[in-house]
């Protein structure tokens, strides 16, 4: 958005030079300070699909001009959900640079070949979106990489030297889903961040496992300060030694968690299905002192320690100090990023009640909105409005917007700015005592408004991206 404006100022700068107009150069400066709700593309209209969406975010996200269906399982992501989106993936990227993981891009296609070497070429079944080439070879668009990684890594592995290695990338994944449903939530494309480990021993693949955990927690609890909850879970077609998932507790939630009031350890309905047993695993508490709880939860991220699944399948080795080739021990680690979105917005909208988007202040679009109460662009308040955001930009540098659609009535521009759920919200209106705004400030799930002079305003921004940024 933000490259397009700017393309748009010096388009029309050069177009009025050769007409003999000039233009302040200030203005253009302005212009590219901060974003202008007339300039985005954000189609707030109802559609059809709203009424059908059966989930409050779903609904919401659609409302609030942040995604489009293309068909079924598949969505646009229009400029306002795609920031969110790109927020939400640099927290991610920030969270793999802490532990030593890097970023790299892997191809969406795979050959059938790399997938029948460990057998889920046949076992994941259906789910695998299949295609030929001409020559009539198979491939399918990857809905997780462990086959392409392990085969890239023995190509250039030899040496005990080259481990620990930990690659990670963030992009598109395909399922070709039976029932997509809940918009964002389950759907055939969606955006992951798959991260793979390479360790020599067990238990220094066991060490990254926890580091990689802990990470998953900081940015879930700590940062976006979601309600996760962390469960042993069955290792299911991926295999391996050890798995984990994080949930956020949902009503709509696929899984069935169960948890120990007493001592936090969790389960997934699945593992314990798989164990035939009521008791949770690693639980200290005993028989009738072990008070559970059951929820239905929405998994966001998932962690699997492989052990050497993959590496023996494709003989993947390393020479240690003695001269030995070793199995490499592996691990993989996933996050659904653009679920992940949707079901913080979920729990959100579960919370407050559902008419407006409540974000993770990190993630939300814009940080701060100014809204002028003014009919006429012409007004001198929308001027008071303009200098207010260039004080802003200096305050959270590109989280300002402007709500300058005066083409709309006042009521279906409040409407609009409480749907998108800014964390910040400054009314500037003539009812309003000169040189004091109306600011609206999102917390826990509700919003507080205060009556404020400009210095206050300032503070009390700053203070509030200061501890999201």
Request: glycine share 8%; with cysteine; hydrophobic share 35%.
């Amino acid at each position: 958005m933000w490259t397009a404006s700017r393309f748009s100022v010096c388009k029309h700068l050069k177009r009025g030079r050769k007409r003999g107009i000039s233009f302040s150069t200030s203005h253009a400066q302005e212009y590219k300070r901060w974003a202008t709700t007339s300039s985005l593309f954000l189609p707030t209209r109802d559609l059809p699909e709203v009424q059908m969406a059966s989930n409050p975010s779903h609904k919401l996200m659609l409302r609030g001009g942040l995604i489009r269906q293309s068909c079924s399982g598949i969505y646009h992501f229009l400029p306002m959900g795609q920031r969110a989106l790109d927020k939400l993936s640099q927290l991610v990227h920030s969270a793999m640079g802490r532990i030593g993981a890097q970023k790299m891009a892997m191809p969406f296609l795979t050959p059938a070949t790399l997938w029948k070497k460990t057998g889920r070429w046949d076992s994941v079944g259906h789910q695998l979106f299949r295609l030929k080439d001409w020559r009539g070879t198979d491939y399918c668009l990857g809905p997780t990489h462990e086959e392409s990684v392990t085969d890239l890594v023995k190509q250039e592995l030899s040496s005990y030297r080259q481990l620990p290695l930990r690659l990670y990338q963030l992009d598109r994944k395909f399922r070709d889903e039976e029932r997509p449903q809940y918009g964002l939530l389950r759907c055939r494309e969606f955006w992951m961040k798959d991260l793979y480990t390479f360790d020599r021993t067990p238990e220094a693949s066991l060490d990254t496992y926890h580091q990689v955990c802990k990470a998953y927690e900081n940015l879930l609890l700590n940062q976006l300060q979601l309600p996760a909850l962390k469960v042993q879970a069955a290792t299911g077609d991926i295999g391996g030694n050890l798995s984990h998932e994080y949930h956020l507790p949902s009503p709509i939630g696929m899984d069935t968690l169960i948890t120990c009031q007493r001592c936090g350890v969790g389960a997934s309905g699945e593992l314990l299905d798989d164990m035939h047993s009521s008791k949770l695993p690693n639980c200290p508490q005993e028989g009738e002192h072990c008070d559970l709880n059951s929820c239905k939860g929405i998994e966001i991220a998932h962690s699997f320690l492989l052990g050497t699944k993959y590496s023996s399948a494709f003989g993947l080795t390393y020479k240690d100090s003695g001269g030995n080739k070793t199995l490499v021990e592996m691990g993989c680690y996933g996050v659904g990023v653009s679920r992940l979105l949707a079901a913080a917005l979920e729990v959100g909208c579960e919370r407050g009640g559902g008419e407006r988007l409540i974000w993770p202040r990190p993630i939300a679009p814009f940080h701060v909105c100014v809204l002028p109460y003014v009919h006429d662009p012409s007004d001198p308040l929308m001027r008071v409005c303009e200098e207010l955001c260039a004080l802003l930009e200096g305050v959270c540098p590109g989280e300002v917007v402007l709500e300058d659609r005066t083409h709309l009535t006042l009521g279906a521009r409040r409407r609009d700015t409480e749907l998108a759920g800014y964390p910040i919200t400054v009314v500037v209106g003539k009812k309003t005592p000169e040189d004091h705004y109306e600011l609206s400030i999102q917390g826990d799930y509700e919003w507080t408004s205060h009556t404020v002079n400009k210095e206050t305003l300032l503070d009390m921004i700053k203070t509030s991206y200061l501890t999201v940024s």
